[in-house]
């Protein structure tokens, strides 16, 4: 019988599940594979679930989507919308919602794996459908790898997979070379010396220290990449002091920096400590400040003549006006570890997801910024159709890319 891709797109979206949480979701997947005749593997990096078509001798394509949803609270008023709580990493109860429309990459993927099953007859090689966990964290992909994901299943020679975009549905866009941004936390803890709110002669003030740092660190794109390169550095927190008479101990700056390139990327990260330390210094800090860089993602890349592939694909099975290129895009995505480990290329592209109308009234108003909901907003409400419909050829027009007539 024919898998219901509707019913199984809003049952995920009623019920989404936090990163290295999605039990519920994995156990339905790993039995609708089981159901199209797939081998199916579970539990790898915890909650992965990877199923694998095989059908004699050809190319291995691995087709990848990511399973996890956000601590986000849902208000989209869509029939299905989530009413869901789950536990965050810290122990917190937090509302839940595919606020990144994860529930898309998983049913599309699925209908792909119906679809190929089906098709069977028309090519040969293996298909394998990886379903992985924790994307938002950004270690899924690694935690895969590392449970001996390759050891487990047919290397891929090509890995190619999708993300529901605020594009209007019906469209696909890909973006040769550097496609999504590598993303770097880094963490500053800047210790001065704590003291009364009415003598700061007796203190050393980490609230300036760090007011200061912040200002110096926009220096950094404006000052030291070049115009032709691209880097964001952003202040996201910054937490100092219980009281307003208190002059506090230290002062902690939370910072993200999303680039393109791995000397970029190094050489702010190495601005971002210097001026930390620099700042520190200046404000006669008895210590220099701690420094912790975290969440690495790796940028993305894609494959320049392995997209070229895709895009042929595409413009043959869409029409060339329904394929764009989006350009770079500063999100950040762990899938392109998946083919890094397997020291194969990789295609990601970007799937429209909603409704055509609201960019025809947004643009008519100069309001796109502000009245098209993007990922990660608690009113991303990707159009059911035809994204799903568009999502599942996409992926079955690029894997027989590879997998031949
Ligand atoms: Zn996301
Ligand atoms: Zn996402």
């Given at each position: 019988?024919?898998?219901?891709?509707?019913?199984?797109?809003?049952?995920?979206?009623?019920?989404p599940?936090?990163?290295?949480?999605?039990?519920?979701?994995?156990?339905i997947?790993?039995d609708?594979?089981?159901?199209l005749?797939?081998?199916?593997t579970?539990?790898?990096?915890?909650t992965?679930?990877v199923g694998?078509?095989t059908?004699?001798?050809?190319?291995?394509?691995?087709?990848?989507?990511?399973?996890?949803?956000l601590?986000?609270?849902?208000?989209?008023?869509?029939?299905?919308?989530?009413?869901e709580?789950g536990?965050?990493?810290d122990?917190h109860?937090?509302?839940?919602?595919h606020?990144c429309?994860?529930?898309?990459?998983?049913?599309?993927?699925?209908?792909?794996?119906?679809?190929?099953?089906?098709?069977?007859?028309?090519?040969?090689?293996?298909?394998?459908?990886?379903?992985?966990?924790?994307?938002?964290?950004?270690?899924?992909?690694?935690?895969?790898?590392?449970d001996?994901?390759y050891d487990?299943?047919?290397?891929?020679?090509?890995?190619l997979g999708?993300?529901?975009?605020?594009?209007p549905?019906g469209?696909v866009g890909?973006?040769?070379g550097?496609?999504?941004?590598?993303?770097?936390?880094?963490?500053?803890t800047?210790?001065?010396?704590?003291?009364h709110?009415s003598r700061?002669?007796?203190?050393?003030?980490p609230?300036?220290?760090a007011a200061?740092?912040?200002?110096r660190l926009q220096?950094?794109?404006s000052?030291?990449v070049?115009?032709?390169?691209?880097?964001?550095?952003?202040?996201?927190?910054?937490h100092?002091?219980?009281?307003?008479?208190?002059?506090?101990?230290d002062?902690?700056?939370?910072?993200?920096?999303?680039?393109?390139?791995t000397e970029v990327?190094?050489?702010?990260?190495?601005?971002?400590?210097r001026?930390?330390?620099?700042?520190?210094?200046?404000?006669?800090?008895l210590q220099a400040?701690?420094?912790?860089?975290?969440?690495?993602?790796?940028?993305?890349?894609?494959?320049?003549?392995?997209?070229e592939?895709?895009?042929?694909?595409?413009?043959?099975?869409f029409?060339?006006?329904?394929?764009?290129?989006?350009?770079r895009?500063?999100?950040?995505?762990?899938?392109?570890a998946?083919?890094?480990?397997?020291?194969?290329p990789?295609?990601?592209?970007?799937?429209?997801?909603?409704?055509?109308?609201?960019?025809?009234?947004?643009?008519?108003?100069?309001?796109?910024?502000?009245?098209?909901p993007?990922?990660h907003?608690?009113?991303?409400?990707?159009?059911?159709h035809?994204?799903?419909?568009?999502?599942?050829?996409?992926?079955?027009?690029?894997a027989?890319?590879?997998?031949?007539?």
């Amino acid at each position: 019988m024919a898998l219901d891709l509707e019913a199984i797109y809003t049952d995920l979206h009623r019920h989404p599940e936090v990163s290295y949480q999605e039990h519920r979701t994995a156990s339905i997947l790993a039995d609708a594979l089981r159901g199209l005749g797939l081998d199916v593997t579970e539990g790898i990096g915890r909650t992965g679930v990877v199923g694998v078509l095989t059908n004699g001798d050809g190319p291995v394509v691995l087709l990848r989507a990511d399973m996890d949803a956000l601590p986000v609270a849902e208000e989209t008023g869509l029939e299905y919308a989530s009413t869901e709580h789950g536990t965050d990493p810290d122990g917190h109860d937090v509302p839940v919602m595919h606020a990144c429309g994860h529930d898309v990459h998983v049913t599309c993927l699925l209908g792909a794996a119906e679809a190929l099953a089906e098709l069977r007859s028309e090519w040969s090689g293996t298909v394998v459908a990886l379903f992985q966990p924790a994307e938002e964290l950004g270690s899924g992909a690694n935690e895969m790898i590392a449970d001996g994901l390759y050891d487990r299943i047919p290397k891929p020679d090509i890995v190619l997979g999708q993300h529901v975009a605020p594009a209007p549905a019906g469209v696909v866009g890909v973006h040769a070379g550097p496609a999504f941004a590598a993303t770097d936390d880094v963490m500053i803890t800047l210790h001065g010396k704590g003291g009364h709110g009415s003598r700061p002669e007796s203190t050393i003030d980490p609230v300036v220290m760090a007011a200061a740092t912040v200002m110096r660190l926009q220096g950094i794109v404006s000052r030291e990449v070049a115009g032709g390169e691209t880097a964001v550095v952003t202040v996201g927190t910054m937490h100092a002091g219980t009281k307003v008479n208190i002059i506090p101990p230290d002062a902690t700056l939370g910072i993200n920096i999303r680039t393109y390139d791995t000397e970029v990327r190094d050489r702010v990260v190495s601005a971002i400590g210097r001026i930390a330390n620099a700042e520190a210094a200046a404000s006669g800090a008895l210590q220099a400040p701690d420094i912790e860089l975290s969440d690495s993602f790796p940028v993305l890349h894609n494959d320049e003549a392995a997209t070229e592939r895709v895009l042929g694909a595409f413009r043959s099975a869409f029409g060339p006006e329904r394929v764009i290129d989006p350009g770079r895009v500063t999100g950040s995505e762990d899938v392109g570890a998946l083919a890094t480990a397997a020291g194969v290329p990789i295609v990601y592209w970007l799937l429209g997801g909603l409704d055509p109308q609201l960019f025809t009234k947004a643009l008519a108003n100069g309001t796109t910024d502000a009245d098209i909901p993007s990922n990660h907003s608690p009113f991303f409400a990707p159009l059911i159709h035809p994204t799903l419909e568009v999502g599942v050829q996409a992926l079955v027009v690029a894997a027989r890319e590879w997998l031949g007539a």
